[in-house]
């Protein structure tokens, strides 16, 4: 049996707006983007979120696994999901990171995968 990435009929867009919903379902906070194409072979797009406790992060989590299968996509993992603070979706092209503030803040993913860049960070409230 093959392991594909995703299912190639669902587009890194339709698979991005599938995480931006379930993201909104549950009142994440804080929702950023980031594009990786040229940084990283691991993804195209990473998604961070914070929760506002444990269970809201995961539950957050959850959601987001809920939505890309509806939209054709197996999570190729979900870690984190017994501790609760920072839980990782892999939906191979887009790969979320849901967390609590303090450990967002303590590993700072948004300026470890934007040092140098200049405009590829975007909120998702204001993205298209």
């Known amino acids: ?6 299912n190639k009929s669902v587009t890194t867009a339709t698979l991005r707006k599938s995480v931006i919903d379930a993201l909104e379902e549950l009142k994440a906070k804080d ?3 980031i594009d990786v194409r040229g940084k990283t072979s691991i993804a195209d797009l990473l998604v961070i979120a914070s929760g506002t406790s444990a269970r ?5 989590a959850d959601e987001v696994s809920k ?3 509806k939209a054709g996509v197996m999570p190729l993992g ?3 999901e017994q501790e609760g603070e920072w ?3 892999d939906l191979g092209d887009v790969i979320v990171h849901v967390m609590l503030p303090r450990i967002r803040e303590f590993y700072g993913l948004e ?7 200049h405009g590829h960070e ?4 204001h993205a298209s």
């Open 1 to 6: 049996m093959s392991t594909a990435r995703t």
């Open 31 to 33: 929702v950023r983007e």
């Open 56 to 60: 809201h992060v995961k539950s957050i």
């Open 67 to 69: 939505f890309a299968k």
């Open 78 to 80: 979900v870690e984190g």
């Open 87 to 89: 839980v990782l979706v």
């Open 111 to 117: 300026r470890l995968w934007t040092v140098g860049d």
């Open 122 to 125: 975007v909120d998702a409230a």
